[in-house]
Nanobody, 126 residues
Framework: QVRLVESGGGSVQAGGSLRLSCAAS????????MAWFRQAPGKEREGVAS???????TYADSVKGRFTISLDNAKNTLYLQMNPLKPEDTARYYC????????????????????WGQGTQVTVSS
């Protein structure tokens, strides 16, 4: 069973930055796709960004230009650099992964991912 463990969340003021990490218990060099999702209280889960094994990335419009997703296969760790943060970025952030081949690697398709972490909380104050 693959484990994904997120870390790096916290409380910051608007305009600040955070870097989230997601450590995988399986080698990520042959992963098909990994992604970050978030869910705010009372809202549906939404995809934020995704990256495939070739390091092609996609971003939701709400975070494009502010967030950067990256993958360090030497550490089996997925990252999400977030800067500058806005109050509307407040949510619990989850990483997800799939090693089986997928038709399309995208944050848009949550059903694609077979493995999920427990999440890390990000709170941005104005």
């Amino acid at each position: 069973q693959v484990r994904l463990v997120e870390s790096g969340g916290g409380s910051v003021q608007a305009g600040g930055s955070l870097r989230l990490s997601c450590a995988a218990s399986r080698y990520t060099g042959n992963v098909a796709c990994m992604a970050w999702f978030r869910q705010a209280p009372g809202k549906e889960r939404e995809g934020v960004a995704s990256i495939d094994r070739f390091e092609d990335t996609t971003y939701a419009d709400s975070v494009k230009g502010r967030f950067t997703i990256s993958l360090d296969n030497a550490k089996n760790t997925l990252y999400l650099q977030m800067n500058p943060l806005k109050p509307e970025d407040t949510a619990r952030y989850y990483c997800a992964a799939v090693w089986d081949r997928v038709a399309t690697c995208s944050y848009r398709y949550a059903f694609t991912y077979g493995y999920w972490g427990q999440g890390t909380q990000v709170t941005v104050s104005s």
